[in-house]
């Protein structure tokens, strides 16, 4: 067992994104599954020309991703077709997820034909641009590449795994290091943030490969530290673009992760093991 937490950790803000890579919603409370929190990632751009999935991965192309947001109507219900979700376009246009035009209404808004689906596409890839990261030897050059996902999880829209999670302690810690960018929970898109006190620096590196429990009846087992992309370094909402962010993390949290080789870590991804309801303001555990 590892540092008890029991009375030092809790849940502080729950996130769901139900269109992936668009802004999306703060929750008080939901139901945690095998696809994570419900209603999360459950629809998804795919590009009528090439077949891959649309990501903020590659701003090159998808940066208008960050300037729309998805909401739900209704709840989600457990065991369900995906609830309808209305998306706000970047001129303040809306338009929900069951409207007959609505194809054609966020092809107009991205600039590329484009369909909103529900059900990642056999073999799925997302075109993933790695931009030069001063003082990183291997991020000299600017690189563009497909990427696989729902590899964990088929027919799913997550890049890795259906539960992610970010603590204060690490947000803390780069606003530190780097006192003029900040470093809040949106630029990095996590599914729960977990407030820790008497803890400093990077926390969740200490996870991996231990429990990490959500209240009463959630339970999920942390696999691998969560490597960074250009997606943090893009502006959203009030956040403005800030490639520092993205140099920082590469400086003071990169190790190699087996299989991946060297990369630039914030925050944890999970696998739920044991689901239930998480609810802002839960105790967490570490064992």
Not at 12 to 27: N, Q, T
Request: overall charge negative; aromatic content about 6%; proline content about 6%.
């Amino acid at each position: 067992m590892i540092s008890d937490h029991r009375a030092s950790a809790r849940v502080e803000a729950l996130y769901r994104y139900p269109v992936k890579s668009m802004l999306g919603e703060e929750i008080d409370a939901t139901t945690v599954g095998e696809r994570g929190l419900l209603g999360d990632r459950a629809y998804a751009l795919v590009d009528q020309e090439t077949g891959k999935v649309v990501s903020a991965k590659n701003p090159r192309r998808w940066r208008v991703l960050f300037d729309c947001r998805a909401v739900y109507l209704d709840e989600p219900a457990s065991g369900s077709d995906p609830a309808v979700v209305r998306i706000t376009l970047p001129d303040g246009v809306t338009v929900d997820s069951d409207d007959p035009d609505v194809h054609a209404t966020l092809s107009l808004a991205v600039g590329r034909a484009v369909r909103l689906v529900t059900t990642a596409p056999e073999g799925a890839v997302m075109e993933v641009l790695s931009p030069i990261v001063e003082g990183i030897p291997e991020a000299r050059q600017e690189t563009l590449a497909d990427s696989g996902i729902a590899i964990v999880a088929p027919g799913t829209f997550f890049d890795a795994a259906p539960l992610h999670v970010v603590t204060t302690a690490t947000l803390a810690q780069l606003a530190g290091l780097a006192p003029r960018s900040t470093f809040t929970a949106s630029r990095f898109r996590p599914n729960v943030v977990v407030a820790v006190e008497g803890e400093s620096g990077f926390v969740e590196n200490r996870w991996v490969g231990h429990t990490l429990t959500l209240g009463a009846e959630v339970s999920a087992s942390v696999f691998l530290s969560a490597p960074r992309c250009v997606m943090t370094t893009l502006a959203q909402a009030d956040l403005p673009r800030d490639p520092v962010v993205l140099q920082t993390i590469a400086r003071h949290n990169r190790f190699d992760i087996p299989g991946l080789g060297p990369s630039s870590c914030v925050g944890v991804y999970a696998l739920v093991t044991a689901g239930g309801t998480a609810r802002r303001g839960d105790n967490v555990e570490i064992t």
